[in-house]
Nanobody
Framework: VQLQASGGGLVQAGGSLRLSCVAS????????LAWFRQAPGKERALVAA????????NYEDSVKGRFTISRDNAKNAVYLQMNSLKPEDTAIYYC??????????????????WGQGTQVTVSS
């Protein structure tokens, strides 16, 4: 599956952004999906993941209660609603897909397909 992320931008602390990721391919609903982020000088890390059906989700501790991952299998899309943004959320955000890993899998290597990344910058 090929992924295309969008929706990043510059926002003030406390603001909101909604990231979108659209996939090509007819088997989109078979994939678990996730959003990762990578800040300068840091490793790429899991932000949130969602199961193929949307029934299970997993969040990194620092975004719980602020970020919501969702998917629309009819539109081949996954979203990340980000509220109460903080400067430490500044990073490049990547969507990713996997056919075999569970939503608890946080390793980059667990994901088979990646989008190109979208920059999120939160000013203080």
């Amino acid at each position: 599956v090929q992924l295309q992320a969008s929706g990043g931008g510059l926002v003030q602390a406390g603001g909101s952004l909604r990231l979108s990721c659209v996939a090509s391919g007819r088997t989109f609903s078979n994939y678990a999906l996730a959003w990762f982020r990578q800040a300068p000088g840091k490793e790429r890390a899991l932000v949130a993941a969602i199961s193929y059906s949307g029934g299970l989700t997993n969040y990194e501790d620092s975004v719980k209660g602020r970020f919501t991952i969702s998917r629309d299998n009819a539109k081949n899309a996954v979203y990340l609603q980000m509220n109460s943004l903080k400067p430490e959320d500044t990073a490049i955000y990547y969507c990713a897909a996997t056919l075999w890993a569970s939503v608890s899998a946080a390793r980059v290597s667990a994901y088979d397909s990646w989008g190109q990344g979208t920059q999120v910058t939160v000013s203080s």
